[in-house]
């Protein structure tokens, strides 16, 4: 059974007179040791797809299930739970506190969920390549080591589902190598993982890509 599974999810803005449709019938699912792919030019609706698939956001129709359990139009903590036990989740900012380094960031999330880690956390930083920034504030980290930083505390808990919102951005390619490498164990393990990229060299080692055009899936 697909761990995600989301059905003619439609999104729409207003400001003011004008209305943007960021999302138009989009159905997807996503099943336990995939690695799917998300891609679309700027605007297209990957952010809000994301967003409505973690609960984060509500879709103005359709619905979102995790492993068979409705997310869509529950009350917040209901969706919280859920969001808790179902993802990491990381979105293209705000993913650290900027008052805790890298590490401190990882052990606190580690902690909001039961247990920490230490072993964990050095392998995961080490993964992400950035075992040498751990006593780093958010501030003092470049644009692709903030990616990876949120990308090290969206998989400190080993989730079912990772979701991220282009964690290749800004990287290098060695990087980006080795952050595929940490989706591909995902894979080996059994989880499922939905990334939001403009990157062709993840597109290639995804198991799926779904191509998204002013907010409708698209067929290529
Ligand atoms: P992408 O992540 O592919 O760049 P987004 O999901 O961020 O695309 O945006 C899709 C469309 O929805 C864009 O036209 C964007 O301007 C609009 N949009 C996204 N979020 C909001 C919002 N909170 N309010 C108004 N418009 C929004
Ligand atoms: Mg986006």
């Known amino acids: 059974m697909a761990i995600l599974e989301a059905r003619e999810l439609h999104r729409f803005f207003h400001i003011g007179d004008e209305e943007t449709v960021a999302l138009r019938s989009v159905s997807l699912t996503l099943e336990p040791g995939e690695i799917v792919a998300v891609m679309g030019p700027?605007?297209?609706?990957?952010?809000?797809?994301?967003?409505?698939?973690?609960g984060l956001d509500e879709p103005d129709a359709?619905?979102?299930?995790?492993?068979?359990?409705?997310?869509?139009?529950?009350?917040?903590?209901?969706k919280a739970r859920l969001r808790a036990h179902a993802f990491g989740i990381l979105m293209q900012s705000g993913n650290l506190f900027p008052h805790l380094s890298v590490a401190e960031n990882l052990r606190f999330q580690m902690l909001l969920a039961g247990r920490f880690d230490p072993e964990r956390s050095s392998r995961l930083l080490?993964?992400?390549?950035?075992?040498?920034?751990?006593?780093?504030?958010p501030t003092e980290l470049s644009g692709g080591e903030t990616a990876r930083a949120g990308l090290a505390v969206a998989l400190a808990t080993?989730?079912?589902?990772?979701?991220?919102?282009?964690p290749t951005a800004e990287?290098?390619?060695?990087?980006?190598?080795?952050?595929?490498?940490?989706?591909?164990?995902?894979?080996?393990?059994?989880?499922?993982?939905?990334?939001?990229?403009?990157?062709?060299?993840?597109?290639r080692r995804a198991d799926r890509v779904i191509r998204l055009k002013d907010g409708k899936v698209i067929d290529v």
């Not at 700027?42 to 973690?54: E, I, Q, V």
């Not at 979102?64 to 869509?72: E, N």
């Not at 080490?126 to 504030?137: D, I, K, M, P």
């Open 42 to 54: 700027s605007g297209s609706g990957k952010s809000t797809l994301m967003n409505c698939l973690t």
């Open 171 to 203: 990287v290098d390619t060695a990087t980006e190598g080795r952050l595929i490498s940490q989706f591909e164990a995902r894979r080996a393990a059994g989880k499922a993982t939905l990334i939001a990229t403009h990157s062709e060299a993840l597109a």
């Open 62 to 78: 359709g619905f979102v299930r995790i492993d068979g359990v409705r997310m869509s139009r529950r009350p917040e903590a209901d």
């Open 126 to 137: 080490l993964g992400v390549g950035l075992a040498h920034r751990a006593n780093a504030l």
């Open 158 to 166: 080993d989730p079912p589902i990772l979701v991220a919102d282009e």
